[in-house]
Every structure is written in structure tokens, then in C-alpha cells.
């Protein structure tokens, strides 16, 4: 994409725009709310915690690495170097019949 659009796309229930830093509260608020504000390092999570929260679902469900790369903005190397713990679990999964199994399973939680 080489035009970045100017419109808000997060809006409250009532309709109205909200902003960058309402969101990071909320998730904030929500992750305090949960006892999971930190990771097991004992680091803050961010809501960039959910890109890598994507990404890894979208491996572990089958999705192309080429097709995800494309969609997320990144390289395929990238996401190689940062995701391929992902690879050997999906591949088993898929190699033994239980990705489709699991994916099933993760969506009736």
C-alpha cells in the first residue's frame, strides 16, 4: 500500500471515534483484569502483542506464509525467523490428520 487513508476505523458502541490511546487503556484495563498484564519474562504486554497473537494462529490453522506475509505487511523471511518455532508443530499436525482436529477443538473453547 502506498497511500495510507485517513479515516478511523475503531469506534465505540454508541458510534463514536475513539482514540489510539482510549484503545491501549482498555487493553491495558482488560489484561490487568485477566492477571496476565505481563508475560512469563515479566515484560508489559502491549496491544502489538496481538499481531504476534495473529500471526501464530493464522500458522498453526494452515494459512500460506506467503499469503500471510502479503496481508501483514512483512516479509516471509521475517516471519520465518520469528515464527518458525510454529512450523515443526504444524507440520506434525497436519502430517498426523490433528491440524484440522485441534482447529476444530480451539474453536467450540
Known amino acids: 500500500m502506498s497511500k495510507q487513508l485517513n479515516i478511523n476505523v475503531c ?3 454508541s458510534g463514536y471515534n475513539t482514540t489510539t490511546d482510549a484503545l491501549r487503556g ?3 484495563q482488560y489484561l490487568e483484569h485477566a492477571d496476565i498484564l505481563r508475560d512469563t519474562n515479566g515484560v508489559t504486554r502491549s496491544m ?3 499481531r504476534h497473537t495473529y500471526s501464530t494462529f493464522r500458522l498453526v490453522s494452515g494459512t500460506d506464509i506467503h499469503q ?3 496481508q501483514m505487511g512483512t516479509s516471509v ?4 525467523t520469528f515464527y518458525s518455532k510454529v512450523s515443526p508443530q504444524m507440520n506434525a499436525a497436519i502430517h ?4 484440522e482436529t485441534m482447529w476444530r477443538e480451539d474453536q467450540e473453547d
Do not use: D, N, P, Q
Request: with cysteine.
Open 26 to 28: 482498555s487493553f491495558r
Open 11 to 13: 469506534r465505540t458502541r
Open 68 to 70: 500471510l506475509a502479503t
Open 48 to 50: 502489538y502483542c496481538l
Open 77 to 80: 523471511k521475517m516471519l520465518e
Open 96 to 99: 498426523s490428520g490433528r491440524l
